[in-house]
C-alpha cells in the first residue's frame, strides 16, 4: 500500500526514478519568500525611478512588467527549477517525467498563475492540487510540469565506525532476502537510537534473537556478515 | 560478475560515485561549492558524464534486484535523478530557435488556427463596432458602459486643443514614461486574456467581449463628439499590431479552453497540454506585436504636429504589413 506520494517514472536507462511532489504548504512558503523578494526589488525599482524622473519611471514600469510575469520563468529555467523560495524550501520544478523543466513549460505554468490565483489568493490551485495526485495546479497540468521535493542525501551515513568493529557472524539459521534487508536497515539507524531502545526493537526478531544477551549488538553482527564487512 | 555482497560493492564503486556527486554538487551551485572547497580548488570536471551516468543507473538496477540496503539504494536513485535532470537538459540555439519562429512558425500558427481566429476576430469587433455606430445615434450610451468621471478624463486626452502630445491626461507625461505603461498594461491583458481561456474559455471570452464594448464605446463617444483627427489620427498608428495582438490572445485562450470544452479523442488533460504548447507558441509572437505597439503609440502616435497625411498612410501601411506577414511569411517552407 502507499502512503506516500511519490511516484516513479521510467527512464530509457531502464530504472525507475523517484519522484515525490510537494504539497501546498511548502509550495505556500517558497512562495511567500518569493512574493517578498519581489516587494522589495519593486521598491528598491520605486526609490530608483523617482530620482531619475518620468524616463526613469517608465523604465521601472517596463522592468516591473518584466519581473511581474519572468521573475519565475528566468530562475525556473536557468537555475535548476528553482526560484529563492522554492530553493530554500529545497523545491524544485521539473517535467512530469523527471527532466529539467523547458522554457515553453515555464512561460504557461507562470502565465496561467493568474488563473491559478482567482478566486481569491491561489483558490483554483489549492482545489486543483487536493485533486490531483500529483499536486498539480492548473498551470502544472497545462505545463505538464511538478513541484517535487529535491532529496537530501547528507543526513545518512553509510558507515559508522564503533558498529563497523564488531564482529561479523551467520546468521543461525536461513534468511529471506526480505528479513535479510530489514536486518541491514535496522543495523544503519541502530547509532541513532538507544541501547535499550535498540534491543528492545531487536527482541521483536523472535527466534533469531533468543539467546542473546545484547540482541541489538547480535543483529548488527548479522548485518555486517550479510552485506559482506570483513 | 559473482553475487557479490554490499560492502565489496560499495567499496568497488565509491570512487567513481564520490567524483560523481562532486560533479552533481558542482553543476547545482557552483558558488556554494567554491564557497566550500575554497576559491583556489580547480572546479570538478566529469569525463563522458552519460557513460558514468548509465553505468550508476545500472548500479541502481543491481542495488534493487539484490536488495541492498535502501539507505545505498536511495543514494543511487538521488545520483540518477540528479544526473538525468542533467543529461537530458534542453541545449537550445536561441538565436535561431528566435528566427525560425518569427520567419515561419508564429505565422503558420495563425494560419493553421483560423477558425479561432475568425471566433476571436467577431468577438471582439462585432462589440467594438456595434458601440462605434450605436453611439453616433444614441449618444448617452457611454454612460451605461462608462462613468462619468472616466468619460470626462477620455475627452481630455483628446481634445483638439491640445497641441504638444495627446492620448494622455496631462502633457508632462513623458514617451518613456507611456512607453512603460503601456507595455505593463497591455501585455497584461493579453495575457490575461490568454490565461482565462483555461476557465472553460469564459474568461477570454469575458475580456474579449469587454474590451470590444469598452474601445468600441470609446471610440464611438469621442468621434460624436467630432474629435475625430486627434483620436484617430492617434489610434489609426498602432491599432494595426494592437488590436490584432489581442485578437491572437483570444485565440490562444480559446485555444486553452478548447481543451476543455472539446478534448476530442485524447484526455482533457493531455489535450491540455497540448494546446497549452500552441497557444504559448501563439502568445510569445503576440507579447512581441503589443509591444511593438506599445513603442510606436509613446513614441509616433502621440506626435501631435505630425500631419494626419502622414499618420494615416502609416497607418496604413502598418495594417499591409501586418495582413501581408501573417497570409505570406513562412509558407512553401517545410515547418
Given amino acids: 500500500m502507499q502512503i506516500d506520494t511519490t511516484y516513479s517514472v521510467a527512464t530509457p536507462e531502464g530504472i525507475h526514478l523517484h519522484l515525490t511532489p510537494a504539497g501546498p504548504i511548502p509550495r505556500i512558503y517558497a512562495w511567500s519568500i518569493d512574493i517578498f523578494i519581489r516587494v522589495f526589488l519593486y521598491i528598491g525599482i520605486g526609490f530608483t525611478a523617482r530620482l531619475l524622473g518620468n524616463f526613469g519611471a517608465g523604465l521601472g514600469l517596463i522592468v516591473i512588467f518584466i519581473i511581474e510575469w519572468f521573475y519565475p520563468v528566468f530562475f525556473e529555467v536557468l537555475y535548476n527549477g528553482q526560484t529563492p523560495g522554492k530553493k530554500m524550501f529545497n523545491l524544485y520544478v521539473a517535467q512530469e517525467n523527471g527532466a529539467p523543466v523547458s522554457i515553453g513549460s515555464s512561460m504557461v505554468r507562470n502565465i496561467i498563475r493568474f488563473i491559478d490565483f482567482f478566486p481569491l489568493l491561489y483558490g483554483f490551485a489549492f482545489v486543483s492540487m487536493m485533486l490531483s495526485d500529483k499536486f498539480q495546479r492548473l498551470g502544472d497540468l497545462a505545463a505538464n510540469t511538478v513541484v517535487l521535493y529535491r532529496p537530501d542525501n547528507s543526513t545518512h551515513s553509510l558507515s559508522n565506525e564503533e558498529l563497523d568493529t564488531i564482529k561479523p557472524q551467520h546468521p543461525p539459521f536461513a534468511l529471506t532476502p526480505k528479513e535479510q534487508q530489514s536486518i541491514i536497515n535496522f543495523s544503519h539507524r541502530m547509532h541513532r537510537l538507544h541501547h535499550d531502545r535498540s534491543d528492545e526493537l531487536a527482541r521483536l526478531t523472535g527466534d533469531l534473537v533468543r539467546d542473546q544477551k545484547h540482541p541489538a549488538q547480535y543483529l548488527q553482527a548479522i548485518a555486517n556478515s550479510l552485506t559482506g564487512k570483513v | 560478475m559473482s ?277 504559448m507558441n501563439i502568445m510569445y509572437g503576440t507579447a512581441t506585436m503589443t509591444i511593438m505597439a506599445a513603442f510606436v503609440e509613446a513614441f509616433w502616435s502621440s506626435i501631435a504636429w505630425m500631419p494626419l497625411v502622414v499618420k494615416y498612410s502609416v497607418s496604413a501601411l502598418l495594417w499591409a504589413l501586418v495582413i501581408s506577414y501573417f497570409v505570406w511569411m513562412g509558407r512553401n517552407r517545410a515547418a
Fill in chain 2, 3 to 279: 553475487n557479490i555482497k554490499q560492502e565489496p560493492f560499495i567499496a568497488r564503486h565509491q570512487a567513481q560515485w564520490e567524483q560523481f556527486e562532486n560533479w552533481l554538487a558542482y553543476k547545482q551551485s557552483p558558488r556554494q561549492w567554491q564557497r566550500k572547497h575554497g576559491e583556489q580548488v580547480t572546479p570538478p570536471t566529469l569525463e563522458d558524464m552519460p557513460r558514468q551516468y548509465r553505468q550508476i543507473c545500472h548500479h541502481l538496477a543491481i542495488a534493487n534486484t539484490r536488495m541492498y540496503s535502501p539507505l545505498l539504494i536511495k543514494r543511487l536513485d538521488h545520483m540518477v535523478t540528479q544526473g538525468h535532470q542533467h543529461l537530458y537538459e534542453i541545449r537550445t540555439h536561441f538565436l535561431r530557435s528566435i528566427s525560425r519562429y518569427f520567419t515561419r512558425t508564429f505565422p503558420a500558427l495563425i494560419r493553421q488556427e483560423w477558425r479561432l481566429l475568425v471566433i476571436a476576430s467577431l468577438l471582439f469587433y462585432v462589440p467594438f463596432f456595434a458601440m462605434l455606430i450605436g453611439l453616433q445615434f444614441y449618444p448617452d450610451m457611454v454612460y451605461s458602459v462608462l462613468d462619468g468621471s472616466s468619460v470626462r478624463s477620455i475627452e481630455s486626452m483628446y481634445d483638439p486643443s491640445l497641441h504638444e502630445r495627446f492620448g494622455r491626461e496631462r502633457e508632462a507625461d513623458s514617451d518613456v514614461l507611456m512607453f512603460g505603461h503601456y507595455i505593463l498594461n497591455n501585455t497584461s491583458i493579453d495575457f490575461r486574456t490568454f490565461a482565462g481561456g483555461l476557465f472553460f474559455g469564459i474568461g477570454t471570452l469575458f475580456y474579449t467581449l469587454f474590451n470590444g464594448v469598452y474601445i468600441g464605446a470609446v471610440a464611438g463617444h469621442l468621434t460624436q463628439l467630432g474629435y475625430i483627427d486627434t483620436f484617430w489620427g492617434f489610434v489609426s498608428g498602432h491599432a494595426s499590431l494592437e488590436l490584432t495582438a489581442l485578437v491572437f490572445s483570444a485565440a490562444a485562450g480559446l485555444k486553452l479552453g478548447a481543451a476543455i470544452i472539446r478534448p476530442g479523442r485524447k484526455s482533457r488533460i493531455r489535450a491540455l497540454i497540448d494546446n497549452g504548447k500552441i497557444s
